[in-house]
């Protein structure tokens, strides 16, 4: 699989989880998940060639990292910085983004997401309004997390 795209629930998921199983726990973006959820979804991404990310999803995920408190804040955010370089961003203009018709419900950051996801690049959601938009096409452009977390 060429890789997924995250919404950015799951990709500060995947950044705190990266850092710390620990910080899971202790972060209050994440009070709804568990090692366990970061786990499968290392899991689910270890058949992907690469992440792919917006700048949108990279600046809210950037907000709720650091409503964490310091020590933990900045190795957050290098853990961030690290992931970036890792991923492959793709650029969605404002202006294209906010044209959807999603984007009163959504908003700007999962409407730019809209625009890219493909069938060969998906995205991982837990967000049911995002993902139900998402296959609303008929394709398979969304996989829902929130069922892998059950299994």
Known sequence: MEGYFLDANLFVLLVVGSESRELIAKHRRLRNYSAEDYD?????????????????????????????GEPERSLLMRRLQFLIHESREVVVASADASSSIK???????DAALLEVITTEIPLLTVDFSLYLAAIETGEERAINFTPYRSL
């Open 103 to 109: 984007f009163e419900e959504l908003g700007l950051t």
């Open 40 to 68: 499968i979804l290392v899991e689910l991404l270890e058949n992907a060639d690469r992440l792919f990310v917006t700048p949108n999803t990279l600046t809210e995920t950037s907000n709720l990292l650091s409503q964490h």
